[in-house]
């Protein structure tokens, strides 16, 4: 009987998509191997689209409903928690160390999911003034955030370079190279989840044939580069990014509020304090 290989695909606004050049890479796990969509110029367009509709819905949900949504998300990682520490092992990990990667990550994303609806009083602030009024730092998510993700044999670091601005309320544009098989396997989850179409979107590829494409684009508000990058590719993207005010973040911290920090931003409200 004939084996049927599993095809991963992009994830994009709440769909499976083939890049639209047709074009794929190949990984290898072990004694197997597989074809992952090699992202283009245009795949990176759609998938910015998307993530601005996304965007949205994700913004209509209130807090309390972000923390559920988070939270249902990790349910549907733990039900599946086999599969993750079969593609680990098949990394190289041993049994034992992908179990509690597994488990390290159920734990980040229950964290993050708990932070949902709490992040912005705990970042947010009364400021004191000379007069009377009321001085108020009001903290909001930044919009399309696109992550470039860490190398590292690690489903819990994927997640870590994913769920800080995802929490915050921005839509994520995750992107991955040659660990590419477990965003994608990651993907299944979130189509299963309750997460708005194009809140997060998986793409696969070589970051270094869509470097300028993703930092020069204007509706990408921040990028968040998680993987170690040579000095040119990070005075490219400085130059790229500068051009529309992007906020640019290299290596940001992965756990603590402090990983939320570089995707929101502050507005200052006064208001009269009245007699």
């Known amino acids: 009987m004939n084996e049927i290989k599993k095809t991963y695909k992009n994830y994009v606004g709440g769909k499976y998509v083939r890049s639209e050049s047709g074009k794929t890479f190949r990984i290898e796990l072990k004694n197997q191997f597989y074809e992952v969509p090699l992202t283009s110029r245009k795949d990176v367009r759609d998938a910015v689209v998307a993530a601005k509709k996304g965007y949205t819905e994700w913004q209509k949900l209130t807090p309390y409903n972000k923390t559920q949504v988070l939270y249902r998300l990790s349910e549907m990682v733990e039900g599946n928690s086999e599969t993750y520490q079969q593609i680990l092992q098949e990394s190289g990990l041993t049994k034992s160390k992908a179990n509690q990667d597994i488990k390290n990550a159920i734990d980040s994303l229950i964290w993050y999911a708990g932070m949902a609806d709490k992040w912005e009083q705990m970042t947010g602030n009364l400021n004191p003034v000379a007069g009377d009024y009321f001085n108020i730092s009001h903290q909001e998510s930044l919009g399309v955030v696109f992550t470039l993700n860490t190398e590292e044999n690690s489903f819990n670091q994927l997640l870590l370079s994913i769920l800080p601005s995802l929490t ?27 997460l708005p179409s194009g809140a997060l979107n998986i793409l696969s590829g070589n970051f270094s044939q869509i470097i300028d494409d993703v930092s020069n684009h204007v509706e990408i508000n921040a990028m968040a580069i998680y993987k170690d990058l040579t000095s040119s ?26 990983s939320l920090l570089p995707f929101i931003e502050t507005k200052t409200v006064w208001h009269p304090k009245g007699r």
């Open 168 to 194: 915050t309320g921005c839509s994520v544009i995750s992107f991955s190279g040659d660990n590419s098989i477990l965003a994608l396997k990651l993907a299944e989850d979130i189509n299963n989840s309750d």
């Open 233 to 258: 590719d990070k005075k490219i993207i400085r130059e790229n990014a500068s051009k529309s005010l992007k906020r640019i973040v290299i290596k940001p911290p992965t756990s603590g509020l402090e």
